[in-house]
């Protein structure tokens, strides 16, 4: 314990804001020290078999700070974290007078509690501010202490008024002041390493990364928009401390006519959307991925073309006073392995594109609700226990005025019959076929010869399809891999009748146990699938790992005696040169993903360790 310095002492419901301060200090090169760290540093903690109570103990007598964490929840609670504070006042009546070592944290307004412990008590010390999880500030200031300041200079304010002037703005620790709306659509990005823009299949959209303690506001609520259908308004990634407020957000062609989201955060901390109004049917009004402690609060999100949102590895979702109006949905709310809270919420006044589909559709995800309202009239149930707590279940129905046919717009294709993807079977190994006329209907057909976009786009369709059943021999479903947004394509498989290996191979493989015999299978079933990659082809969980194999064998030089599986993470982004290797065999990913899934792997190979990213076809692998 003797080179750990900064013990995170916080109340048990406090877990999550917790583990997003201990990611942050490492981030910034300090060494936190908590009972329960996250992953992947969770063996940095209390460890099995360890008397916690003298562990905790000494890890307050030895360490260098001493940040507890107050919340409405650890000033109120009786408990070890009391004893804690007991022990770490205790403490510091043996520190120097002028030496930091209590660091006093709100995360939310509360008061500091007063106990005195030798004629000392908390309250005697100033304390930071860090609401919704924003610990840019405090950690500056520790990295400051440990004399590796941090040359951010001093929070700007920046008045912005055109489109240009916004993304020229964009960087870490400042604050933009939105005075007059705009859209991002053919806006030429700045030279700007925090900004970057991404095709997508009608144009462009911008993509904002890498920032930090960020607050983005509108006098007058100033609406900021998009026009390709595919483009999300607002995408964030790998950045913390984001406050957006006071903002219209969406896209501008009629409702029904836009796929792409309005708010999409993926790999984000200590998010906060204030009063803000996000419409223009975005596929969702927003999309979370692998983000922690996200508050979403007195909003109104209407007119979306899917649903209210999808959420996937979030930690601390909270959404108070947010209001889900005028839209047509699959199911409202898609969530995975997330935690969320719904507080004076509203969910009314919707539609279903379909019979089948509910208000929530949910997997190892935790729903707590306040005072919330849902309206299930035309959706087929709530998706939930007919007795969850806090919930107030109409069945009334939409009863808004915007015709059904502006819904189905000529300019997009209808969802394809069986949004709901099919399960992934363990002895499949799935190959995704895009459909290439998807946005080149003129090259499969004559235009003149269809009375409407609509027509030709499903004629061409099926010329594709034609074209491929005969090119491979082989018979393909329709499929959709695109995440809201419906990205078609046709799916076939290599099964175990093709290559009778095929499950025993993946099961073995995914379990994380080694493999010795039968290596060779794994380029047996290459050969069956490379024949595919003269199209653009979409791979799921099995035949990324068949690519991600092959990798490991020609960077060995042959195939090893003994592979073995060490970790898998369906992920969203990554960067080529700096892949972080998973610890864990996460689930497979949901094919309505898959467009924009990159299988990472850590695999090892006769005691050789990988890191392997398998995106579409091509294929990264580092030795670890």
Known sequence: MSDQYCFISYASEDLHIAQTLYRRLREFGLRPWMDKPPRPYHMEGLKPGELWEDRLRDAIGSAKYFIPLFSKKSVEKTGYVQSEFRQALSRLAQIPAGMIFVIPVRIEDCKIPNARIDGISFAQYQYYDCWFGNFFDLTTYLADLEGQPITHGSRTKIDVYTAAEFLDALRPNVEIVIRNGFSLTGVDVPDNQ?????????????VIQGIDNISISGIGEPEISVSPRYATTLNFERSNGIVISGLSIGHRPDIGECQGAVLNFSDCAAIHVKDCRLFGCGTYGFELVGCDIVSIQDCDVFECSYGFFTCENVTALSLSCVDFYDSICFDVVTAKNSDIKFSGCNITNNRSRADNYKVFNTYRTSLQFIETTIDIGGFDGLGLPSDTEGLNVTGRGAQWPIPNESLTSSLQREPLPSARQREEETNEVLIFVVDESYDRIGEYVNWDDYPDEWSATEAASKVFLDRIKTEFDCEFEEANIGPGADLPAFVTFIASNVVPLIPWLMAIFFSGKPIVDNIEAWRTILSKIRPFFCRTV?????????????????DMGGIPKKVVLLGYKPDYRYNDAELVAPTEIEDPMPTLNLSMVKHVFQIEADGVSFVVAVDGTKVTANRI
Not at 194 to 206: A, K, L, P, W
């Open 194 to 206: 925090y900004v970057f823009s991404r095709e997508v299949f009608d144009g462009e959209e911008i």
């Open 538 to 554: 979409v791979l799921n969980r099995n035949g990324a790992a068949v690519l991600a194999i092959d990798a490991v064998f020609e």
